[in-house]
């Protein structure tokens, strides 16, 4: 009875302490066990009563009880070799706890001895970065232009930004320890829960021009996942038995989370899928509209096909998984990226409040006529008098013919809009209205012009073909041979050819 007695009151003044790791190496292998032993276990390294397990919110703690003043404890992963070690990978001396101090101990571990810091590198993240980098750059793009639909803009941006995110937080937790990728798988399980309702409002916003009623409705399951994340952040108790594990992959919350996903995706595919009429879509002609919606979705359902098959690898314990945090996942709904961003291209009366299908506004030329380019810039179209646009056309020609700037390779429009005294838009808009040309083309002309009267003249017999180019403004051989053909409907061969020029090669 003393014995107990004495041991009890031993047990109130010790009592209990807890450990908790709060930060890894990187290189930490996910599958390995940490265990902590010191003088209360008698230094050994790989007693199962001494494990760090994981919590909710991705650290790793331990609780027991002590019975003196002081302890000397290290971590290890259940063998010397693999004992950690300092930030330089040396010997760390034993940690040292005090009764005075608090019942909660924070540890940081910088290193393992085995590993020294090196971690193996992941190769994905180099798409999934460059994705993440084109995403921002396409988003800076397309919010220059006034002119296209607020609603479409709208679904656009979110879905971007959605990709943005998803890439952006993989290559993060590529590069991040196991405690900080805990933190990050723990938000990232809100993502199925927004790809199908993005998807579906990127879709009827295209067809129909509008958002669906109640948009907020479509968005409650992610925010619902979004609340019972910050429950796992803060290691709410009642959720413990996320924790439970499943196989050396998953646990059983997260295999709630992943399967609720699952399905959740599929209602919203059926849902999409009878929004598109895609079974008609398939067999209708070709359009701007029917091929974006057919890629897209298409995509779409290989991304949910991946992630389908990986979640059945995962859960059958397979050591052959297709990525066990779904990189190749991402990768395929990063391609949706593109298609859209070529079909705003291409078609851009999917996305702007006016029809610009009759305007040079495809991918082949991204200049618009000048109407569409003021409002797509946001300026106030200006009116020119027809006197006026006749002497500006006068002038533009006289420098062309009297002072030939076209030689200058660096010509552009503002710099002959400078040289006529007029406006880079207003010159332009001459130029497309007077001569049915855009600026390189109608340069170009006169170039070719040059070239063609100086290749007959015995000034320059002796100059070959390449140093002509040169001498009337193109500043490459391949810019000319594509500028030629495209003045003449011919090569400069054939044409030199047919006119019995001299061959002057620089063979």
């Known amino acids: 009875m003393l014995i107990i007695f004495f041991n009890s009151i031993s047990m109130l003044v010790y009592g209990q302490i807890t450990f908790i790791i709060e930060s890894l190496p990187n290189a930490t292998p ?3 066990t940490i265990f902590i032993c010191g003088t209360f276990n008698n230094w050994n390294v790989h007693d199962k009563n001494y494990i760090l397990h994981p919590q909710l919110n991705g650290s790793y703690s331990t609780t027991f009880q002590i019975d003196t003043t002081e302890i000397q ?9 693999k004992v950690e070690t300092d930030q330089n990978n040396e010997y760390l001396g034993n940690r040292i706890y005090n009764i005075s101090q608090r019942k909660t101990v924070l540890v940081s571990i910088q290193n393992w001895q085995d590993l020294g810091g090196i971690k193996k590198f992941n190769y994905l993240v180099l798409p999934m970065f ?27 941006f979110i879905l971007f930004v959605f990709l943005i995110i998803a ?9 991040s320890n196991i405690i900080e990728q805990s933190h990050i798988a723990i938000f990232s399980s809100i993502l199925p829960y927004l790809w199908a309702p993005i998807v579906y409002l990127f879709f009827y916003v295209i067809k129909r021009k509008t958002f669906p009623l109640h948009i907020i409705n479509h968005f409650l399951p992610a925010f619902f996942v979004f609340i019972l994340s910050i429950l796992r ?3 709410c108790s009642y959720l413990n038995f996320f924790l439970t594990p499943i196989n050396v992959n998953l646990t059983y919350g997260s295999e709630l989370i992943l399967i609720s996903g699952l399905l959740f995706n599929f209602l919203y595919y059926v849902k999409t899928w009878k929004l598109i009429n895609f079974n008609i879509l398939l067999k209708s002609n070709s359009s701007g509209e029917s091929n974006l919606f057919k890629i897209v979705f298409s995509i779409s359902l290989l991304a949910f096909f991946l992630y389908g098959l990986n979640l059945i690898l995962l859960i059958s314990g397979s050591t052959v998984i297709i990525g066990k945090n779904f990189e190749l996942i991402f990768l395929a709904q990063a391609i949706i990226m593109i298609v859209v961003f070529y079909y705003y291209e291409k078609f851009p009366k999917l996305f702007f409040c006016k029809d610009f299908s009759n305007s040079p506004f495809g991918i082949k030329s991204r200049v618009p006529q000048e109407a569409s380019q003021d409002k797509l810039l946001g300026r106030n179209k200006v009116r020119i008098p027809s006197n006026n646009i006749i002497a500006l056309k006068e002038r533009i020609i006289k420098e062309m013919e009297l002072h030939k700037s076209y030689k200058n390779p660096e010509l552009n429009v503002a710099a002959l809009a400078k040289r006529v005294e007029s406006r880079a838009y207003i010159v332009s808009g001459v130029l497309h209205q007077e001569f049915n040309e855009n600026f390189r083309d109608f340069i170009n002309k006169y170039r070719i012009n040059e070239f063609v009267a100086l290749a007959n003249s015995k000034e320059y017999k002796n100059y070959t073909f390449l140093a002509l180019c040169y001498e009337v403004g193109f500043n490459s051989k391949s810019t000319f041979n594509l500028a030629f053909k495209k003045s003449t409907g011919v090569s400069p061969s054939a044409f030199l050819k047919k006119t019995h020029i001299q061959d002057r090669s620089d063979e």
Do not use: H, P, T
């Open 30 to 32: 996910e599958e390995d």
């Open 73 to 81: 404890y290290k971590f290890s992963r259940g063998n010397w070799m």
């Open 233 to 235: 952040l803060i290691s």
């Open 130 to 156: 460059a994705f993440a980098f084109l995403g921002i750059i396409f988003l800076i793009y397309i919010m220059q232009f006034k002119a296209i639909d607020k609603v479409a803009f709208k679904s656009l």
């Open 167 to 175: 890439l952006g937080g993989s290559v993060l937790y590529a590069r």
